[in-house]
């Protein structure tokens, strides 16, 4: 079974700080995408960044960048210059190609940015 | 774009009735998921659609959630006879043909509280 495992329940860092949320995962597929989701206190999921498991490149969206390691199964999210609109829950989710487009989510990591 | 639209934002009801939520995905959208969010089970994915064709509802918890989506630019997640413990956070989410490539899109959800 596939599982996605974040083992950070909640981390805070003052305003202009880079954090890193870790997020690992359990599969023997090969091809498969990872997903960063923020959840800021509207409730609305959103899409910050997606790394497909065949390119080497680490994804990078502006301030957001993720640390990809294929062979440890981990997918880190980097936020660098954290501004207090950064405050949120932030899932990691694993998709594999042939999953019938199920997301696995792993349990969240509540992050504060403190002014 | 809009991107996803849901409604009602917020619905409290009493036990025992019909609770109808309504998504209306990102137009060209492909696939239209319905999701479940609450505090014990984090994010499950209900039912999931493929050009108005239901493809995997094998998430739906109970035959009293039943799904449907009548053309390409609507669908309604219903649950009869509602219960309290059915109160949660529900998301509708599309994506492109290819879904996983172009990662799902949420919409803001529906709180339902059932009383």
């Known amino acids: 079974a596939q599982t996605v495992t974040q083992s950070q329940p909640e981390m805070s860092v003052q305003e202009a700080e880079t954090v890193t949320l870790s997020c690992t995962y359990d599969?023997?597929?090969?091809?498969?995408?990872l997903f960063w989701y923020k959840q800021p206190p509207s409730r609305q999921m959103i899409l910050v960044i997606r790394?497909?498991?065949?390119k080497q490149q680490n994804a990078t969206e502006n301030r957001f960048s993720v640390n990809f390691q294929k062979a440890a199964k981990s997918f880190s999210l980097k936020i660098s210059d954290s501004q207090l609109g950064d405050t949120a829950m932030y899932f990691c989710?694993?998709?594999?190609?042939?999953?019938?487009?199920?997301?696995?989510w792993g349990a969240g990591t509540k992050l504060i940015i403190k002014p | 774009d809009a991107g996803v639209i849901q409604s009602p934002r917020h619905e409290v009801t009493e036990m025992g009735q019909e609770v109808t939520l309504r998504c209306k995905p990102i137009?060209?959208?492909?696939?239209l998921f319905w999701y479940r969010q609450t505090m014990m089970r984090g994010l499950e994915l209900l039912i999931y659609?493929?050009?108005?064709?239901?493809?995997?509802d094998s998430g739906m918890p109970e035959d009293r959630f039943s799904a449907k989506m009548p053309n390409a630019s609507f669908s309604t997640l219903k649950i009869q006879p509602s219960e309290p413990r059915d109160s949660a956070v529900y998301f509708c989410?599309?994506?492109?043909?290819?879904?996983?490539?172009?990662?799902?899109?949420f919409g803001p959800g529906t709180r339902l509280l059932v009383l």
């Open positions: 659609f493929n050009n108005n064709v239901p493809i995997d």
């Open positions: 790394q497909e498991a065949y």
């Open positions: 989710a694993f998709a594999a190609l042939d999953s019938n487009y199920q997301l696995i």
């Open positions: 599969t023997s597929e090969n091809n498969y995408y």
């Open positions: 137009s060209g959208h492909d696939y």
């Open positions: 989410a599309s994506s492109l043909i290819g879904g996983l490539k172009e990662a799902q899109y």
